[in-house]
């Protein structure tokens, strides 16, 4: 007898088969849906009804929070005066599984009356709505992970990951950056992140300075009360070098005995990881992990500097 683990499981690898088998769907149709929605001076109105149309709203979401206006509308509605949200200018993206919903097959003239493209997408290529469609997206599954092929569930995640792909592809071809995604998530922490500077998290206080001349025993010190793991050195006010605690330590291994006759400037990083204070944390957590650092200088553009950054503060 099989357990609940054991259905969840068949399940998983249902819909995922059934993901698998959409690959070959996404031809030319997909390319001029993409297109239509691209060169769309108006917005995307999604619609749809029972489980599509709850698809359909996620669809609407993913799409306007990608860059592309979008907004969801049953289509009972319409006729009760929300068609006149409707312009030329949009592109309506119907959907439903069947292809043969009554209900949206009845907002259908009313669309085509107003010269809108229709973008359709179902499980039947021959279907009315994929043929009154100026565009049909094929989402064909060839059965439902319910045990009895009835309940919606490989169908609305094929339409789901179908939608995802429409608003990935138009992210790519608007060449949607993380500051237009901050711009549309300015709340929660994503919205932090994005939008979050050097200048927001950069420690500016007690910053460990210590002088070229200094002789390494001492700058153990030094560096060990800045709780950092480091210490700056200045020249005329401008950042001159970096130690680290590394550096330190491999010193102390190289030179051994003759370690504390060593300075600072004997073993610091003379050109340092330096960001702006404008720098984006996001931009910061790349420089860290692609040198494989924990932390940045902040300084204004003639190298006097003006905080240090450091992993724990890029954790917002």
Known sequence: MKSPRDYAIQTIKDEAQALLELIPSIDEQFDRAVELIYRCHGKVIVTGVGKSGHVGAKIAATLASTGTPAF???????????????????????????GLTDELLRFV?????????????????????????????????????????????????AQ??????????????????PADFAQFH?????????????????????????????H???????????KLGLGVSLEDDKIAGLITDGDIRRAMERWQAEFFDH????????????????TKITEIQRIMQRHKIHTVLVADQERH???????YSCMV
């Open 72 to 98: 969801f509308i049953n289509p009972l509605d319409v006729f009760h005066g929300d068609l006149g949200v409707m312009t030329r200018d949009d592109v309506v993206l119907a959907i439903s599984n069947s």
């Open 109 to 157: 003239p009313m669309v085509l009356h107003m010269q809108v493209p229709i973008i359709g997408m179902s499980g039947n290529k021959e279907s009315l709505l994929a043929k009154y469609s100026t565009v049909h997206l094929n989402v064909h599954v060839e059965k439902e992970a319910c045990p009895l092929n009835l309940a919606p569930t490989s169908s609305t995640t």
């Open 160 to 177: 789901i990951v179908m939608g995802d792909a429409l608003a990935i592809a138009l992210m790519e071809k608007r060449n949607f950056k």
């Open 186 to 214: 300015p709340g929660g922490e994503l919205g932090r992140r994005l939008l979050t500077t050097a200048a927001d998290v950069m420690r500016t206080d007690d910053l460990p300075i210590i002088p070229q001349e200094m």
């Open 216 to 226: 390494l025993g001492e700058a153990i010190i030094h560096v060990s009360k800045g």
């Open 263 to 278: 300075t600072v400037s004997d073993i610091m990083t003379r050109q340092p990881k330096i960001v702006s204070p404008t």
């Open 305 to 311: 500097l003006l905080g240090i950054v450091d992993h």
